[in-house]
Structures are given as structure tokens and as C-alpha cells.
């Protein structure tokens, strides 16, 4: 191994010890209270060490949060493979995904959400923002194809699939960030899990094409 080899290896090992680090400490003090210094020390690095990879929070919360936009675009990826899938069962795929995204880090996803809608965006490098831009399209094509498979197997009704993929993402996001903010004595997974698939229920059978008559 070359020393140019060797010396991307150790940025990279770096780079994900820091974020590593930023997890915890977001998920223990959440993304108002924690500051550069707090991850630093979580990591065992000099606060200086930190801003040779991120410029500030905002961008190291910002990488956190496209590894689950990246999680995400694998799950939909391994259902739009599936080209055996009715249009009922890509449904019912398309809302374990969904699960699945949320159980993987709860508060990175409700904080991505919130990320999405803040003047957060405007504090990033144009190469984050172009980096966030690509994944989250990405996923909502990804997301749009799978309703393009019901359209031309005649099973969905014959609608903008990308429109379609910009409410399902909206419905999501509003379900949990509306669970985040009530409060209710179930555990926040489960009831999420039971209004998800009610709203899931009432999509789908508002997209589903009736036979003609």
C-alpha cells in the first residue's frame, strides 16, 4: 500500500470516528445543546482536528443526516428489484421501508426533517447541499418508479409518479414529526407503526385503480 493510500485510509478512519462521536453525543444532548467541543472530546480529538473535516455543526449533523436518505435509497432499491411484487405488495414493502428508516436512528431522522425546513441548508459547503440534493432525489425517483410499476401494470391510477413519491415522502415526514411532538403514553415506534399503516391503507386504496364498470 502507497503512502497516498495509507493517508485516505486514516482521513476516512478519521472521519468516521467523528461521526461516530457526533451520534452519540446528538443522540444523548440533541442538536441545540451539543457543540463542536462536546463531539470532540466524545471522540478524543482537539476541537481544531474536528474543523479540518467539518466546517461546523451544522455540516457534521448534515452528514449524519444523509446516511439515512442513504439507507433509505438502498431499501427502495431492493424493492424496485423485486419485479415479482404486486402493486399491493410493493405497498406494503414501501411501508416496512419506511419502518425500517425510522427504527435505524429516530432523532437523526425527526432532525432531518426539521433540517429540511431550517436556514440550517444555508450554513453547508455548495458540495454538501449538491450532495443532499442528489441523494434525496435519488430516492424520491427511486420511490416514483415503484408507483410507475403499478401505473403500467394497471393496478394504480394513471398520476405523476413523482407527485405521488413527493406525498407519500410528505406523509411520512408529517407522521413522525407529529408523533415526535405529541404526547401519548404508547411507545413512540409502535403507535407510529399503527397511524403508518392506517395512512398507508388510505393511500393506497385512494391510488388504486377501479375496475371499469
Known amino acids: 500500500m502507497g503512502?497516498?493510500?495509507?493517508?485516505?485510509?486514516?482521513?476516512?478512519?478519521?472521519?468516521?470516528?467523528?461521526?461516530?462521536?457526533?451520534?452519540?453525543?446528538?443522540?444523548?444532548?440533541?442538536?441545540?445543546?451539543t457543540t463542536m467541543e462536546d463531539i470532540a472530546k466524545k471522540a478524543e480529538l482537539s476541537p481544531g482536528t474536528l474543523y479540518l473535516y467539518f466546517r461546523n455543526k451544522d455540516e457534521l449533523f448534515t452528514s449524519l443526516s444523509m446516511r439515512i436518505l442513504q439507507y433509505l435509497l438502498i431499501r427502495i432499491n431492493d424493492i424496485d428489484l423485486k419485479a415479482e411484487l404486486t402493486s399491493k405488495q410493493l405497498m406494503k414493502a414501501l411501508k416496512d421501508a419506511f419502518l425500517d428508516v425510522y427504527k435505524f436512528d429516530p432523532l437523526i431522522l425527526v432532525n432531518m426533517f426539521h433540517l429540511q425546513s431550517s436556514e440550517t441548508l444555508s450554513h453547508l459547503s455548495p458540495e454538501l447541499l449538491s450532495d443532499i440534493h442528489e441523494l434525496s432525489n435519488n430516492a424520491l425517483n427511486s420511490i416514483a418508479r415503484i408507483f410507475d410499476k403499478g401505473i403500467q401494470n394497471g393496478e394504480f391510477i394513471d398520476r405523476a409518479p413523482l407527485t405521488m413519491a413527493h406525498i407519500i415522502w410528505g406523509m411520512f415526514s408529517g407522521i413522525v414529526l407529529w408523533e415526535e411532538n405529541k404526547k401519548t403514553t404508547q411507545k413512540k415506534g409502535e403507535h407510529l407503526k399503527q397511524i403508518l399503516e392506517t395512512a398507508f391503507l388510505i393511500f393506497s386504496r385512494g391510488i388504486e385503480k377501479k375496475p371499469q364498470i
Open 3 to 33: 503512502i497516498q493510500e495509507r493517508k485516505k485510509r486514516e482521513k476516512e478512519r478519521r472521519r468516521q470516528q467523528i461521526i461516530i462521536a457526533a451520534k452519540k453525543v446528538f443522540s444523548s444532548k440533541g442538536f441545540n445543546k
